[in-house]
């Protein structure tokens, strides 16, 4: 289809530029010159209809040309939007990644607090289990159950 508009494009301006080469053989040129001009009865008759011819197809070459030059801007537009909505995509995209990262930044940063605390406790527990082994007091033997208490308020969360 475009092929056929693309060559139905061509024939005004084709046609314009035959009738301004024919306007030009009929009024500068007479029967002594091409004797195929002694055919015609009234050249200059002829010469003024191919003329308002003329005219007529310089109109719709125009309209031709108006045509293309506004197909021409509605496709430039369209990829424009293309690229604007191309463009918003891409934008979206680095936002969600940003997201996905800071949301695996804060896992991260959660897991290595709650392991920095798992190992507070257990670095408690070994030293009040430490510390009784080598003098089963009372003051150390009170400090072994608020680790025991300790870990079992934390052993849902560890």
């Known amino acids: 289809m475009n092929r056929w508009i693309n060559f139905l494009a061509l ?19 007479d ?8 055919q ?6 002829w010469s003024n209809r191919l003329t308002l011819a003329a005219i007529v197809v310089a ?5 031709v040309e108006w045509n293309r030059r506004n197909r ?5 537009d ?10 918003r995509r891409r934008r979206e995209n680095r936002a969600r990644a940003a997201a996905r990262r800071a949301e695996e930044a804060n ?10 605390r798992r190992a507070r406790v257990e670095v408690e527990r070994d030293l ?9 007091s009372e003051q150390n033997r009170q400090r072994l159950t608020q680790a025991i208490a300790l870990l079992s308020e934390y052993r849902d969360s560890l």
């Open 72 to 76: 021409e801007t509605d496709r430039l």
């Open 78 to 87: 369209r990829a424009e939007g293309q690229r604007a909505e191309d463009e």
């Open 40 to 45: 015609l009865t009234s050249p200059r008759l």
């Open 107 to 116: 896992r991260r940063a959660e897991a290595e607090k709650q392991a920095a």
């Open 128 to 136: 009040a289990l430490l510390t009784f082994l080598a003098d089963p």
């Open 11 to 29: 024939l005004p301006s084709t046609s314009l530029t035959l009738l301004i080469i024919s306007i030009a053989f009929l009024r500068f040129y």
């Open 59 to 63: 109109v719709v070459n125009l309209g």
């Open 31 to 38: 029967e002594t010159d091409f004797l195929i001009l002694g």
